[in-house]
């Protein structure tokens, strides 16, 4: 019976598994997820630790997740951070106690205590979107920095006297965040051009509300920048809501660009440019890598980091037609 209901290992005759299921119809048999847990010190979900999933970056994530892992028959049990390491090891300590297949780690400032967890469990884990210096592990990851310096020159063609900053807060690790590759990225480009970046970049939180705020004050000021380069849709978001509050034209007087191309980029007003990824590629090597084996045998060539590359969407608020 067990090799109808797994679908193997070994082969089952036609006729065979057609009795065998009518048996099983008949006799209104359901296998016992925990006992073959037991067994198997494994079940068929996969944990997801993301920082907040009403970000939409984070919940189309999510999803992609999700689909990535109903293809290989498993499902995924999600849980929210908020930007806390505590919470995240409560996430971890819980999903490791449930038997995961693995985990999947969005980790905002990874700590030690969280890396303690997973090596007490000899949990399987893949960093996807960020990769802490805390950890050397396998991780699924884009080309941040390169991507924010596609977006940063783009504005600066458009002839812009140069571009200021919507980065991370003072809590965003410095290293191995994609909020501070951005910044980097940004900060390449406006050198490369020949332009200071001193006094340029702006702290603010990454939610649209609280960007809002910060561009109200910015754009407001005696010193408004032609252009901002946001390090994600959501603060550029708020960036065009502040605009449209104190009439200022968009991209007429001043230019936005953005990172991370969430649905809602092409709906604003105007349609946001912004730096892309692959989504879900960047799931499927994710859920691909937390079920591979052979990542856990000594000596494995297989490659533990892989790097999608970034694109720029162009629409309307950067000033293209």
């Not at 297949?101 to 980790?107: A, C, E, H, M």
Request: charged letters at 25%; aromatic letters at 6%; one cysteine or more.
């Amino acid at each position: 019976m067990s090799y109808v209901i797994n679908n193997g290992p070994r082969p089952v005759a036609p006729a065979t598994r057609e009795r065998v299921l009518a048996a099983i119809k008949d006799l209104g048999y359901r296998p016992d997820r925990v006992a073959q847990a037991m067994a198997s010190r494994r079940t068929d979900l996969i944990g997801m630790i993301v920082p907040d999933a009403r970000q939409p970056f984070f919940a189309e994530m999510a999803h992609a997740v999700e689909q990535a892992a109903s293809e290989r028959g498993k499902m995924v049990l999600v849980g929210n951070s908020d930007y806390v390491g505590d919470r995240e090891v409560h996430y971890l300590r819980a999903f490791l106690g449930m038997r995961v297949s693995g985990l999947i780690l969005v980790s905002h400032g990874f700590n030690d205590l969280a890396a303690a967890e997973i090596e007490a469990w000899d949990a399987r884990v893949v960093l996807l979107h960020e990769r802490p210096e805390a950890i050397d592990d396998v991780a699924v990851v884009t080309d941040d920095t390169g991507g924010a310096q596609l977006a940063t020159r783009h504005l600066l063609e458009h002839g812009n006297a140069y571009v200021a900053c919507l980065g991370g807060t003072a809590e965003t690790p410095s290293v191995g965040d994609p909020v501070s590759d951005h910044v980097e990225g940004w900060r390449r480009a406006m050198q490369e051009a020949g332009h200071s970046t001193e006094g340029r970049l702006f702290e603010a939180p990454y939610n649209r509300y609280d960007a809002y705020k910060v561009a109200l004050d910015l754009l407001a000021g005696p010193h408004r920048p032609p252009a901002i380069f946001c390090s994600t849709d959501d603060q550029a978001i708020g960036v065009l809501r502040a605009a449209r509050e104190l009439r200022i034209d968009v991209p007429g007087e001043l230019a936005v660009a953005g990172f991370d191309d969430v649905k809602e980029a092409g709906l604003t007003d105007p349609p946001l440019t912004t730096v892309a990824s692959d989504r879900s590629a960047m799931a499927r090597a994710a859920v691909d890598l937390v079920l591979d084996d052979s990542l856990r045998v000594a000596g494995s060539r297989r490659e533990r980091l892989k790097v999608f590359p970034s694109r720029l969407v162009v629409r309307q608020s950067c000033g293209c037609a």
